[in-house]
């Protein structure tokens, strides 16, 4: 039989509750390997959109996941083993459900608890002090409250629809020790032998565990003091968890390391990290060099890449524009105009997938398809190649970067991914504002106030909600999204669809860094806008239903705009040109 405990000790209590159980794991073969099945009323779900219903409102899931901590094993003479600092990020969306404790003492257990949340401490941790891969690394999770700090224990968003004419988003972010509890799970295992023990979580328990929660007339929390909705939805999430079962587990490694070591930034470009900026996964094979990176800039800017040697990366990425182009399409060597506006370069180290669908998943990958693609330099790998070993200087420059392995496409991707990883954007006003906030014009600071605002006119609050998507320090989630732009049936670019086939992915785009906005006009992905005021006034009051819209875009449409005023707009406005680095528009590697 399952019992489940749930509870929520005040804060008085928690010194003393982790006082009681600081025991280390020992050094042993048991392993156990706990999986979290998701469901909505039972029924499970994956990546994408989840639809339910809660009476006459339908309910779809877009975003769920969360943080857990602390877990701890009970051996049956009552005593608990806990895994020291442990912490995991879920997210069934991104298929992370799975994790793994080695080193468990051998022996029989009656029970499992975890805290849904962090302890303070952790919670006020620096995210930028993770390494790449572990899960409180604020690239993986998504989840850290950037300049407010602190993290968001979980967060869960969809949409709600009672009519055609009657839909909105719904956003519940809890976070903070008032919304941090424990699951206590009863459950018999021996670890004589590796287990899997199988954990379940239906979504639908976050809207009527305990309390019944419409998220219609409900749509968001702040999981601010005393928020009686936020305290209610804490109750509900945990008693969403319950005991599926233990069956046997595998000896094998876990495919991925919880806290999965990186590269440390090569020499040559350390010192233009900025101290605030989270870590990222450096290429362990090859690591940017001074002969790679030169290399890989000579090539950037050489036309002999394309057919007729009349284009070169830079045509389309210029110094000028932080590696951006002016116009809404670029222009190929051939005289085509290509479908998307070409994005900026800048901070690559820390993107996860490329282009404006994510269709490439490494730097490296994605430098070659400009090479090929018909509507820019339209060129075959092998006859660059060639050319190239043709070509005075190049065989020296490849020698000096790549020793034997002398001119091939893999060394050709190697120097442009090196070259483009050079380029680092962190020296804004609003870096040195972390220091020094003065740095800020009155109109720039209220603009940041605004920028990092919740727009939430029930409780009074009318700021711009940017950062719930451009958060961080880089000013991106690196995450896809249907910004508003185009209802439905007037959509011409399915955005990432087109590279998942995945129906919940229709009109989701990368969410672009919003670091040297000024320079990078025309916006979105279409280069639709000119203007940063075009762009404001889109999210303030033009945003168009679709069925895969943002929840907190739906979620402002649904309250009639964000009722920014002039001078918020022009704060706004100004706000955003103070993101560009002064480093921005240099040439060189």
């Known amino acids: 039989m399952m019992v489940l405990f749930c509870f929520r000790p005040p804060p008085s209590m928690r010194a003393i509750v982790s006082c009681l159980f600081l025991l280390s794991l020992s050094a042993s073969a048991a392993r156990l390997t706990v999986r979290i099945d998701h469901s909505w009323n039972g029924a499970p779900f994956g990546a994408g959109?989840?639809?339910?219903?809660?009476?006459?409102?339908?309910?779809?899931?877009?975003?769920?996941?969360?943080?857990?901590?602390?877990?701890?094993?009970?051996?049956?003479?009552?005593?608990?083993?806990?895994?020291?600092?442990?912490?995991?990020?879920?997210?069934?969306m991104a298929d992370r459900t799975r994790f793994t404790l080695d080193g468990i003492p051998d022996g029989s257990y009656d029970a499992i608890r975890f805290d849904l949340g962090l302890d303070p401490a952790t919670d006020a941790s620096d995210p930028a002090r993770r390494p790449p891969g572990h899960p409180l690394h604020p690239d993986v999770n998504g989840l850290h409250w950037s300049w407010r700090g602190g993290y968001v224990f979980l967060a869960a968003e969809g949409l709600w629809e009672q009519s055609k004419e009657t839909s909105g988003g719904w956003s519940y972010h809890l976070a903070g020790e008032d919304y941090r509890g424990t699951v206590e799970v009863a459950v018999r295992f021996d670890l004589a032998e590796p287990k899997e023990l199988v954990l379940a979580f239906d979504a639908a328990r976050l809207f009527d565990a305990v309390y019944p929660i419409d998220p219609a007339a409900t749509a968001v929390t702040h999981?601010?003091?005393?928020?009686?909705?936020?305290?209610?939805?804490?109750?509900?999430?945990?008693?969403?968890?319950?005991?599926?079962?233990?069956?046997?587990?595998?000896?094998?490694?876990?495919?991925?390391?919880?806290?999965?070591?990186?590269?440390?930034?090569?020499?040559?470009?350390?010192?233009?990290?900025?101290?605030?900026?989270?870590?990222?996964?450096?290429?362990?094979?090859?690591?940017?060099?001074?002969?790679?990176?030169a290399l890989g800039e000579r090539l950037f800017r050489d036309p002999l890449l394309s057919v007729n040697g009349l284009q070169s990366c830079s045509t389309c990425h210029q110094d000028a524009r932080a590696l951006s182009d002016a116009r809404r399409f670029s222009i190929g060597a051939e005289g085509r105009a290509g479908r998307r506006n070409a994005m900026p370069l800048?901070?690559?180290?820390?993107?996860?997938?490329?282009?404006?669908?994510?269709?490439?998943?490494?730097?490296?990958?994605?430098?070659?398809?400009?090479?090929?693609?018909?509507?820019?330099?339209?060129?075959?790998?092998?006859?660059?190649?060639?050319k190239l070993k043709n070509a005075p200087g190049y065989a020296d420059a490849f020698a000096s970067a790549f020793g034997d392995a002398g001119i091939s496409l893999g060394t050709l991707a190697i120097a442009l991914e090196?070259?483009?990883?050079?380029?680092?954007?962190?020296?804004?006003?609003?870096?040195?504002?972390l220091a020094d906030f003065s740095q800020l014009t009155e109109s720039e600071a209220r603009g940041f106030v605004l920028f990092f605002s919740e727009s939430d006119p029930g409780r009074g609050m009318r700021g711009a909600d940017c950062f719930h998507?451009?958060?961080?320090?880089?000013?991106?989630?690196?995450?896809?999204?249907?910004?508003?732009?185009?209802?439905?049936?007037?959509?011409?670019?399915?955005?990432?669809?087109?590279?998942?086939?995945?129906?919940?992915?229709?009109?989701?785009?990368m969410v672009p860094s919003l670091r040297n906005v000024a320079l990078t006009a025309p916006y979105m992905h279409d280069g639709r806008f000119a203007t940063i005021e075009e762009v404001i006034v889109h999210y303030n009051s033009e945003l168009k239903p679709s069925a895969t819209l943002d929840p907190n875009l739906a979620r402002h449409r649904a309250q009639g705009g964000l009722g920014l005023s002039e001078r918020d707009q022009a704060d706004l406005a100004a706000f955003l040109r103070s993101l560009t680095g002064e480093s921005a528009t240099r040439g060189g590697p």
């Open 346 to 386: 800048f901070n690559l180290a820390w993107k996860p997938s490329f282009f404006w669908d994510g269709r490439s998943p490494s730097l490296r990958e994605q430098v070659l398809h400009p090479i090929r693609d018909p509507d820019e330099m339209n060129e075959s790998p092998d006859r660059v190649v060639e």
């Open 469 to 509: 998507c451009h958060g961080g320090a880089h000013f991106t989630n690196h995450q896809f999204a249907n910004n508003g732009l185009d209802a439905d049936e007037d959509r011409a670019d399915q955005g990432r669809f087109t590279a998942t086939g995945k129906t919940w992915d229709r009109g989701r785009f």
């Open 223 to 293: 999981s601010l003091n005393d928020d009686g909705l936020a305290s209610r939805i804490t109750d509900n999430a945990l008693r969403a968890f319950s005991l599926v079962g233990v069956g046997p587990g595998s000896r094998s490694e876990p495919p991925v390391p919880r806290n999965a070591s990186a590269v440390s930034p090569p020499a040559v470009l350390e010192s233009r990290i900025p101290a605030h900026f989270p870590a990222a996964a450096w290429p362990a094979d090859h690591p940017p060099t001074a002969a790679g990176m």
């Open 49 to 92: 959109m989840v639809p339910g219903s809660m009476g006459e409102t339908h309910v779809s899931v877009m975003r769920l996941c969360y943080l857990l901590s602390q877990i701890q094993l009970r051996r049956e003479s009552g005593e608990w083993i806990r895994a020291g600092d442990w912490v995991e990020f879920v997210d069934p």
């Open 418 to 433: 090196q070259f483009l990883l050079t380029r680092i954007s962190g020296d804004a006003r609003i870096d040195k504002a």
